[in-house]
């Protein structure tokens, strides 16, 4: 089982919100890391997002809007993406990323639809 | 400005070898840890390598260990990665990052445009 699980794919209208999850594996409890996000766009490299590990302690990268917000939900052990307000430009790939034993770890991404 | 520059890439044949390179500008290169990503074709994001800004620690996924070597020349503000022993399963644009602080953390608010390492015979 992966350490991280994102959707394949998901599709939402534009103006809406949409919401990206990204499931740590059995074990691997979400209270204890610092979730990254990423976007990536064909042909181009990865954005950094943002990065959540808390309400107080939560970090936007440079020049991302405020309608990219991260959380976690500790019930089902995921950190969570929400993008509100969507716009045509946030179709992409969405990638969460932690660091898990001296190493970085991917989620296999998601594939946001903005139709 | 922040930039960097990947170059090294290329075809390769399985067992063969290559270095990646990495160019960097508009920072202090020595206080920032730095990472290697790649991205196989139509594939998602792995994490390959990451070294410490003084070069003193480094850290490689299973799929890499003992074939990979991260390195940096601090004085020609320079990253490498020499790629032993290559599979098919290495091809992929290979992307270096620049971390935030001079250990790693993960966040990498830059990144290379990338390099294409083909593994094939």
């Known amino acids: 089982q992966p350490v991280l699980t994102q959707p394949t794919s998901l599709s939402a209208s534009p103006g809406a919100s949409a919401r990206l999850t990204c499931t740590l594996r059995s074990g691997v409890n979400v209270g204890t890391y610092s979730i990254f996000w990423y976007q990536q766009k064909p042909g181009s490299p990865p954005r950094l997002l943002l990065r959540y590990y808390s309400d107080s302690s939560k970090h936007q990268g440079s020049g991302v809007p405020s309608r990219f917000s991260g959380s976690k939900d500790a019930s089902t052990n995921a950190g969570i993406l929400v993008i509100s307000g969507l716009q045509s430009e946030d179709e992409a790939d969405y990638y969460c990323m932690i660091w898990h034993s001296t190493a970085v770890v991917f989620g296999g991404g998601t594939k946001l639809t903005v139709l | 400005e922040v930039q960097m520059l990947e170059s090294g890439g290329g075809l390769a044949q399985p067992g063969g070898s290559l270095r990646l390179s990495c160019a960097a500008s508009?920072?202090?290169?020595?206080?920032?840890?730095m990472s290697w990503v790649r991205q196989a074709p139509g594939k998602g994001l792995e994490w390959v390598s990451a070294i410490s800004g003084g070069g003193d620690t480094t850290d490689y996924a299973d799929s890499v260990k003992g074939r990979f070597t991260i390195s940096r020349d601090n004085s020609k503000n320079t990253l490498y990665l020499q790629m032993n022993s290559l599979r098919a399963e290495d091809t992929a644009v290979y992307y270096c990052?620049?971390?935030?602080?001079?250990?790693?953390?993960?966040?990498?608010?830059?990144w290379g445009q990338g390099t294409l390492v083909t593994v094939s015979s």
């Open positions: 508009g920072f202090t290169f020595s206080n920032y840890a």
């Open positions: 990052a620049k971390d935030q602080s001079a250990g790693s953390s993960g966040w990498y608010q830059s």
